[in-house]
C-alpha cells in the first residue's frame, strides 16, 4: 500500500521542493513574490526556472508549457520541449527566466470577443508565482495568466487575480481600523464541491447527443429514477470505487487536496470535494480536477459526465463554491468571535457580504449563467434562479435586535451597541443548513451553491470578491473620517441590516410562493435564463464598480458579455442540429421500421381468420403512425427556425430567439421522440435508454 503523505504533492514545484532546490537568498526572495506581490527579480527568475527544469527532468518531463485558461471554459496548453542545440550536434536541456515568466502563444483563434482582429494573433501569457507549477504526463505546467499585445485580459485568471488584489486592499483598510497594523494580506479561500455523473463508455460512444453535447437530449423516464433516494450516500459499487481510487491518487500526486467522496442523490451521480485552498489556487485545482475525472474515467471503461443536467428528471450536478476570508495569520474574519471587538468584525464582514450580494444579485447570477445550468437553476438539488441568502434562525434574530436596537433574546438579553455591550457568542452550527437556497451562511463561510458543475469557478469568485470589495471600501472611507468610531461602526451595520435585509430568507427555496414573494413583494431579480441576465453585465452601476476596482477595463466586460452569449448561442444550436440529425436518421426510421413489423404481424393475423379484431397492433399502429408524422413535423420545424435564427444579425437578438423559439421547438420535439420511446420494442430503440444509462455501471 501506497505512503500518501510520502507521495502527496510529487507531481508539484511546491514550497518543500522550492526549499530543497532554491539557495536561502532566491528562496526568501521568491517568497517575498508570492506572498507580499514583491517585483521578481530576473536573476532569481533565472535561478528558479533552472530549479524548477531539473526538477522537472528528474521526474520524466521533457516539455514545459504555460497552462492557462482561456475564455473557452477549459485550459490550454503549447508544449515546447527543453531541448536545445549543442555545438557537438547533440543537444541540451535548458530553460531561461525569460521563458519561465512570459510565452508567447497565438491569441487569435480564442475567444476575444472583439478585443482582438482575426489578423492580430500577437498574445502573452505571464507566469502566476502563486500558483505551484505541478507535471502532468511528460510537460512541466506552469500556471500563468493569458493576455493580449495590448494588454487587455483573455483568461479568467487575470481578472479573478485583479479582484483578489481588490479584496485585500479594502479589507486591510478595514482591519487597520481595528487595530490590525500587522496583517499584512486578506485572502479568500474556496473549496469547490464538483458533482458529476459516471456511464458507461460503450453505452456512450451510441448517443450521439452524449458525444456532441454533453447531456441527453432524449429520453423518456426509466420506471426507477431517484424517488426512493437510495443511491444518496449509499454503499460506492466496486467499478465506481476503483475509479475513485485511482482518481484519490492522481489528485493528490498533483497536491489536489481531495478529501470527500459520496454517491449523490441521482442514480449514477457522485460527489468529490477538497479541502480549501487560496481562491486562484483553487481555481487551478478544480480546472485540473475535471480533467482528471475525465481521464481517469476513460481507463475504466467510463465517461465522466460534467454537464449541469445530462438526464432530464432526475438531479442535475452542481458546484457548490465554499467561500471564506482570512488574514494572512490565519483569522477567518467570518467566523464570530470572542470579544466585543471580534463580534463588531464579524458583523461588519458579514454585512458587507449582505451588502454586496442585495447589491449586484444580477452579476451573481450572470456569472454561473450558461445553456447548461439554464436547466438546472430551479429543478430539483438547486437553487432557484433568484439570488437570495440564508443566514439561520439565530444569527437573523441578532441582526433583527441590532437593526431595531433591542435586547436579544438569545443566550443573554444584551442590548445590540456594539463594541460597548457583549454580542452573545454565536456559535458555529446552532442552525440547520438550507439546501435550496443560492448562498448560504454556514458557520464560518459562505456557500454560494449556484454554480453549475462544468463551470469554472473564476466568474462567480471574480464577481464575488469585487462585490465585496465595494462594500468593503464604502465602510472604510466613512469610517476613516468618522468622529466617534464605535458609534459610525454601530450605525453602519445597523443601516447595512434595514437595507438589505430582503436579501435574507431562510425559508424553501423551491416553493412557489418564495418566488413570487421574492419578485412581487421584496424586489428581487428573477433571471431564468443566459439571455436574460448577462446583457446586465454592462449595466453602468456594474461596470463602474468593475473598471473602479480594476478588475475589468470596459472593453474587457464588453468582449465578455459577448462571448458568453455567443458561447450560449452556439451549445444550443449544436443541440438542435444534433436533435435534428437523431430524430431525422435513428429515431424516425426505427419507429417506422416497427411500425412495419406491426403491420406484417396484422396482416398476417388478417390473413388466417379475418374476423380477428387485432386491436393491440391496429391501435399501436395508428399511435406510431401518429407520433411518426409528429416527429417528422416537428424536426422539420426546428431545422426552419434554425434557418430564421441566421438572419439575426445581433448576438443579443439572437440569443432572445434561441430562448423564445428555438428551444421551444426542441422541446416540442423531445416530447413526440421521448413519447415514442415509450411504445417502441426495446430491439428496434436506436440508442441506449435512461435506464440503460444509470443503471449499468456497478
Not at 168 to 189: E, M, P, Y
Request: proline letters at 4%; charged letters at 25%; glycine letters at 6%.
Amino acid at each position: 500500500m501506497k505512503n500518501i503523505p510520502e507521495y502527496f504533492g510529487c507531481l508539484v514545484f511546491d514550497d518543500r521542493v522550492m526549499k530543497a532546490n532554491l539557495s536561502a537568498k532566491v528562496y526568501q526572495s521568491l517568497r517575498k513574490t508570492i506572498d507580499e506581490g514583491a517585483k521578481l527579480d530576473i536573476g532569481v527568475a533565472n535561478a528558479v526556472a533552472t530549479a524548477m527544469k531539473d526538477w522537472a527532468v528528474a521526474n520524466g518531463a521533457t516539455h514545459y508549457t504555460h497552462w492557462f485558461q482561456p475564455l473557452t471554459g477549459i485550459t490550454a496548453e503549447k508544449h515546447d520541449s527543453f531541448i536545445s542545440p549543442s555545438p557537438d550536434g547533440g543537444v541540451i536541456m535548458e530553460f531561461s527566466g525569460k521563458e519561465l515568466i512570459k510565452g508567447e502563444p497565438d491569441a487569435s483563434s480564442f475567444p476575444s470577443g472583439g478585443l482582438r482582429a482575426t489578423f492580430e494573433a500577437r498574445g502573452y501569457t505571464a507566469w502566476d508565482p502563486t500558483s505551484y507549477a505541478f507535471i502532468k504526463g511528460k510537460t512541466l505546467c506552469i500556471p500563468t495568466a493569458f493576455c493580449s499585445y495590448g494588454g487587455e485580459a483573455l483568461d479568467k485568471k487575470t481578472p479573478l487575480l485583479r479582484s483578489m488584489e481588490a479584496l485585500n486592499k479594502q479589507a486591510l483598510r478595514i482591519l487597520h481600523l481595528f487595530g490590525h497594523d500587522d496583517v499584512k494580506c486578506v485572502r479568500t479561500s474556496v473549496g469547490p464541491e464538483q458533482e458529476y455523473f459516471l456511464i458507461d463508455k460503450a453505452m456512450y460512444d451510441k448517443r450521439p447527443d452524449l458525444r456532441f453535447t454533453g447531456r441527453t437530449l432524449f429520453g423518456a423516464k426509466p420506471p426507477k429514477g431517484q424517488e426512493m433516494d437510495d443511491h444518496y450516500f449509499g454503499v460506492i459499487k466496486p467499478r465506481v470505487a476503483a475509479y475513485m481510487e485511482e482518481l484519490n491518487e492522481e489528485l493528490w500526486k498533483l497536491g489536489i487536496l481531495a478529501k470527500t467522496e459520496h454517491n449523490e442523490v441521482a442514480p449514477a451521480q457522485h460527489e468529490l470535494a477538497p479541502i480549501y485552498s487560496t481562491t486562484n489556487i483553487a481555481t487551478d485545482h478544480n480546472q485540473l480536477t475535471m480533467e482528471i475525472m475525465q481521464k481517469v474515467a476513460a481507463k475504466h471503461g467510463l465517461v465522466c459526465l460534467l454537464h449541469e443536467k445530462p438526464f432530464a428528471g432526475v438531479n442535475g450536478s452542481g458546484k457548490h463554491n465554499n467561500w471564506s476570508i482570512a488574514t494572512d495569520g490565519g483569522v477567518n474574519l467570518l467566523s464570530p468571535g470572542e470579544t466585543p471587538y471580534e463580534n463588531a468584525q464579524f458583523l461588519l464582514f458579514l454585512c458587507a457580504v449582505i451588502k454586496a450580494v442585495d447589491d449586484y444579485q444580477d452579476l451573481l447570477r450572470l456569472s454561473v449563467a450558461t445553456a447548461g445550468n439554464d436547466h438546472r437553476l430551479g429543478a430539483n438539488e438547486a437553487p432557484p434562479a433568484v439570488v437570495s441568502m440564508f443566514l439561520g434562525d439565530e444569527l437573523n434574530a441578532v441582526l433583527e435586535a441590532i437593526e431595531n436596537n433591542t435586547p436579544y433574546e438569545g443566550t443573554q438579553k444584551t442590548q445590540m451597541r456594539l463594541g460597548v455591550d457583549v454580542l452573545p457568542k454565536f456559535n458555529r452550527d446552532t442552525t440547520d443548513r438550507n439546501r435550496t437556497s443560492p448562498f448560504a451562511f454556514t458557520g464560518n463561510k459562505f456557500e454560494f451553491r449556484m454554480l453549475g458543475s462544468s463551470n469554472s469557478i473564476a466568474c462567480a469568485n471574480i464577481m464575488l470578491n469585487s462585490a465585496v470589495a465595494e462594500s468593503l471600501k464604502i465602510y472604510a472611507d466613512r469610517l476613516e473620517k468618522a468622529e466617534n468610531f464605535e458609534e459610525a461602526l454601530h450605525e453602519m451595520i445597523r443601516k447595512t441590516i434595514k437595507d438589505h435585509k430582503k436579501i435574507i430568507f431562510n425559508g424553501n427555496g423551491y416553493d412557489d410562493t418564495w418566488i413570487k414573494e421574492a419578485t412581487e413583494e421584496r424586489g428581487l431579480l428573477n433571471y431564468r435564463t443566459t439571455p436574460d441576465c448577462m446583457p446586465h453585465l454592462l449595466d453602468e452601476k456594474n461596470v463602474k464598480m468593475l473598471t473602479s476596482h480594476k478588475v475589468f477595463s470596459e472593453a474587457e466586460l464588453k468582449s465578455r458579455c459577448d462571448i458568453m452569449l455567443e458561447n450560449y448561442c452556439k451549445t444550443v444550436i449544436i443541440e438542435a442540429n444534433t436533435m435534428v440529425d437523431m430524430a431525422r436518421t435513428q429515431i424516425a426510421p426505427a419507429v417506422e421500421a416497427y411500425t412495419r413489423e406491426l403491420a406484417k404481424t396484422f396482416a398476417a393475423k388478417k390473413a388466417v381468420d379475418s374476423a380477428l379484431v387485432c386491436g393491440y397492433e391496429s391501435g399501436l399502429i395508428k399511435r406510431l403512425s401518429t407520433l411518426t408524422d409528429r416527429i417528422a413535423i416537428k424536426t422539420e420545424e426546428l431545422e426552419n427556425a434554425l434557418v430564421e435564427l441566421q438572419s439575426q444579425e445581433e448576438i443579443i437578438s439572437e440569443s432572445y430567439m434561441i430562448r423564445d423559439v428555438v428551444l421551444v421547438k426542441m422541446s416540442e420535439l423531445r416530447l413526440a421522440c421521448d413519447e415514442a420511446e415509450t411504445v417502441t420494442a426495446k430491439k428496434y430503440w436506436p440508442f441506449p435508454t435512461y435506464g440503460d444509462l444509470l443503471f449499468s455501471v456497478r
